[in-house]
T-cell receptor, first 111, second 115 residues
Framework: TQLLEQSPQFLSIQEGENLTVYCNSS?????LQWYRQEPGEGPVLLVT?????EVKKLKRLTFQFGDARKDSSLHITAAQPGDTGLYLC???????????FGQGTTLQVKP | DAGVIQSPRHEVTEMGQEVTLRCKPI?????LFWYRQTMMRGLELLIY????????DSGMPEDRFSAKMPNASFSTLKIQPSEPRDSAVYFC?????????????FGPGTRLTVL
């Protein structure tokens, strides 16, 4: 069974701080997606990374896919209260073609 | 576009009762997915359809769960009989592309509480 482990599970920081969320697995994935979910809503796709070592930037968010395509990270620079939410990584299984989600990282950014 | 529509948004029922959750995917999307989200297990795929046909139901926990998609604009997830451990948020998502791996758009979810 392919699993994705996210760390940390919870993160509470002050506005303006930087943070990194990690998504790790012992399995190789065809691609990896990051979602953000706000209370009472469904997850919304932020980015998809496909190539090992790929780096994508979305304003203050930087996403990286590991060289071996087993892990990924999300780095937020100068966090804002609007960044508060649940961040989910999801790997596309090369065996089943289905998305496998991590448990999520709950981020709270205090003003 | 209205996005993926789910109803009801909240459902409270008693153990043993039948529960039916409903989903209207985004028009033109060929794939429809049902997920369950809990604190303990995170977001789990239950079943997905392609062109109204169930493709993979390996995530359906037990025979008490069933899902149908009678047409391209409607799907149901039924639990009969319901149990307290079924309490979770159930999401429906649809997919814009031609592959199961293409971008999924999630609905707002149905929060189910079984007493």
């Amino acid at each position: 069974t392919q699993l994705l482990e996210q760390s940390p599970q919870f993160l509470s920081i002050q506005e303006g701080e930087n943070l990194t969320v990690y998504c790790n697995s012992s399995s190789v994935f065809s691609s990896l997606q990051w979602y953000r979910q706000e209370p009472g809503e469904g997850p919304v796709l932020l980015v998809t990374v496909v190539t090992g070592g790929e780096v994508k930037k979305l304003k203050r968010l930087t996403f990286q896919f590991g060289d071996a395509r087993k892990d990924s990270s999300l780095h937020i620079t100068a966090a804002q209260p609007g960044d508060t939410g649940l961040y989910l990584c999801a790997g596309l299984s090369s065996n089943t073609g289905k998305l496998i989600f991590g448990q999520g990282t709950t981020l709270q950014v205090k003003p | 576009d209205a996005g993926v529509i789910q109803s009801p948004r909240h459902e409270v029922t008693e153990m043993g009762q039948e529960v039916t959750l409903r989903c209207k995917p985004i028009s033109g999307h060929d794939y429809l997915f049902w997920y369950r989200q809990t604190m303990m297990r995170g977001l789990e795929l239950l079943i997905y359809f392609n062109n109204n046909v169930p493709i993979d139901d390996s995530g359906m926990p037990e025979d008490r769960f069933s899902a149908k998609m009678p047409n391209a604009s409607f799907s149901t997830l039924k639990i009969q009989p319901s149990e307290p451990r079924d309490s979770a948020v159930y999401f429906c998502a649809s997919n814009t592309g031609t592959k199961v791996s293409d971008t999924q758009y999630f609905g707002p979810g149905t929060r189910l509480t079984v007493l």
